[in-house]
């Protein structure tokens, strides 16, 4: 029997398929459990370049599986207040904060749904592309939750504490085209060229040079942290391990030669 979480890594690629089609790939207890896993095993593995994260089926998540939720109900506040912090500490931050760490470069696959979780784990990506026709939405605040997976975190640096506060407490729907204009989508496009779109964007990932983008989302990660002061020696520090790399030498060699750097990959 396959699991909620399928993870293939061929020519480069490393995809994580959310698989629960028939519920939407809606997030249930064992996937949660599921996904940590399947970050973890990736995260100590060498022999791939880009991440793909996508749903199987016509969804990418479509929040959490309520019904797996309401088997709590019966449980006293208190109990109910253990289970479900124990949850997002034991499986959500793991997988958030291991994606983050990872140097190789992660692609949301977007497409139907994407609520909840879904959402948080989309913005945890560095790059997002959606189909046209795809929904977003919080989704917490309808069953008076306070959200997770940090989407009260990556919402207000990329689009601001006011719209942030807008999108988590309403909860209110909005589409693709949305998602591009609040910067929340690298990009967005019609159903039949998501694929073709995202293969694109892995085979010039894969063609790049790899350590650097490490350095680039390390320093991306910690710039909201760090002083100016602070962050221009993390600069520095960066700049001068990318200097000392094969990567760079053929970068430069070949700008002098007029012709494409030929990077090592993996």
Request: proline residues 3%.
């Amino acid at each position: 029997m396959a699991g909620t979480v399928l993870t293939d890594v061929a020519n480069g690629v490393a995809t994580l398929t959310l698989n629960r089609p028939a519920q939407l790939n809606a997030l249930s207890v064992e996937m949660m459990q599921d996904l940590a896993a399947a970050v973890r095993a990736l995260a100590a593995r060498k022999d791939y370049a880009v991440v793909v994260i996508e749903g199987a089926g016509d969804h990418f998540m479509a929040g959490g599986d309520l019904k797996d939720f309401a088997t709590h109900l019966h449980l006293s506040a208190e109990a109910r207040r253990a289970t479900f912090r124990a949850m997002i500490e034991q499986h959500i931050n793991p997988t958030v904060e291991v994606l983050q760490r990872l140097d190789q470069p992660v692609i949301a696959k977007v497409r139907g749904a994407c609520a909840g979780f879904g959402l948080s784990l989309m913005l945890g990506c560095d790059f997002a592309i959606a189909a046209s026709n795809t929904v977003f939405t919080t989704a917490y605040a309808a069953i008076a939750l306070s959200g997770d997976g940090g989407a009260s975190y990556f919402l207000p640096r990329i689009v601001g504490r006011r719209k942030a506060a807008e999108l988590l407490l309403l909860g209110d729907r909005f589409d693709a085209a949305e998602g591009v204009r609040l910067g929340l989508l690298n990009r967005s496009v019609e159903p039949d060229q998501l694929e073709a779109e995202v293969a694109r964007l892995v085979d010039r990932l894969k063609r790049g040079p790899l350590g650097t983008y490490g350095e680039i989302k390390r320093l991306l990660a910690s710039s909201h942290d760090h002083q100016l002061e602070t962050h221009l020696q993390s600069e520095a520090e960066a700049f001068g391990r990318c200097g000392g790399t094969a990567d760079f030498a053929e970068g430069v060699t070949a700008f002098l030669e007029k012709r494409k750097p030929a990077f090592r990959g993996v």
